[in-house]
């Protein structure tokens, strides 16, 4: 265990002892704050835990899709309901249309799936091998259970968007935005965005770049706005409408094999404090880079 974990640890089972998520959770409440929940793999396996998270989850927020969260900016919240949580799906992994579409859609919500087209075009012979040296350059072999790695298919994201869900744009190959060119942010963003859009034959107005949250540039920010609405961010943070835009969300990620006392500490926000500073960077980024809007 290293020592950032050993601190990990520490905090969480600190706020747990100490009640000091729950505190933090019912002010966040009180005070409206929304949230979005970046997820990955959501494998067969880990369905249970998934499911009491969810169910833990409806009980101090309305678990919604991406229309109704963005209700926030239009002043349709009612005196007295739950803030609103959207839950994410990284890289479009064949467990999030197997496992996670249908719990969301038990609880009567949706997601939003953040697919690499690349990823799923890939043979299923050479899937594995994108996904280590693409989605997952840290992987060894071994480290992977089949449900972690394997590609939803055109046909299945179709599908999810036929459904209701919202299907984002997480660039064509999985590739960080960082000193690009223009030639390069077109083909990782806008023609993703189209083969999506062939795909679903709807409008992809989601993105989420790859990586950490400082993996893109103004340059990339700008091109993104172009083609999308709304940008999500790999950057962890409560949502203030009267403060946020919906050009840039910020995502807390909390995984399905997160334990209950995990979850708990992470959906408290407890945690954010360590982001402001990059929230604050981003936002600056992001500010200067408003003239590329799209037309949507």
Not at 147 to 156: G, H, S, T, Y
Request: hydrophobic share 35%; net charge positive; with cysteine.
């Amino acid at each position: 265990m290293t020592l950032r974990s050993q601190a990990r640890d520490f905090l969480i089972n600190s706020a747990t002892l100490l009640r000091a998520d729950r505190l933090a959770l019912r002010l966040q409440q009180r005070r409206g704050r929304a949230l979005i929940v970046a997820m990955h793999e959501t494998p067969a396996s880990h369905a249970p835990q998934f499911r009491s998270q969810l169910d833990w989850a409806a009980q101090h927020f309305t678990i919604t899709g991406l229309e109704g969260f963005t209700q926030l900016w239009a002043g349709r919240k009612k005196a007295g309901s739950k803030p609103p949580v959207l839950f994410t799906f990284d890289d479009g992994r064949e467990s999030n249309y197997t496992v996670a579409a249908p719990l969301l859609e038990s609880f009567g919500a949706r997601g939003v799936f953040f697919v690499v087209p690349d990823f799923a075009d890939c043979p299923s012979d050479r899937a594995l091998a994108f996904y280590r040296s693409r989605i997952n350059p840290n992987s060894k072999p071994g480290d992977e259970a089949w449900e972690d790695w394997k590609p939803m298919n055109p046909a299945q994201i179709a599908d999810l968007a036929a459904r209701g869900h919202t299907i984002g744009n997480h660039t064509l190959t999985h590739q960080r935005l960082v000193n690009l060119d223009s030639d390069q942010l077109e083909k990782e963003i806008g023609e993703s965005a189209r083969k999506l859009e062939s795909w679903t034959k709807k409008p992809v107005d989601a993105f989420a770049w790859t990586f950490g949250w400082n993996a893109i540039d103004s340059s990339a920010w700008q091109t993104a706005c172009r083609y999308h609405r709304y940008c999500f961010a790999a950057c962890p943070g409560a949502i203030d409408p009267e403060r946020d835009s919906q050009r840039l969300l910020w995502r807390r990620e909390i995984e399905v094999k997160y334990s209950p006392a995990e979850y708990r500490f992470l959906y408290s926000g407890l945690g954010d404090f360590w982001w402001r500073t990059r929230r604050d960077k981003l936002r600056h980024m992001t500010t200067a880079g408003q003239s590329g809007t799209n037309n949507r």
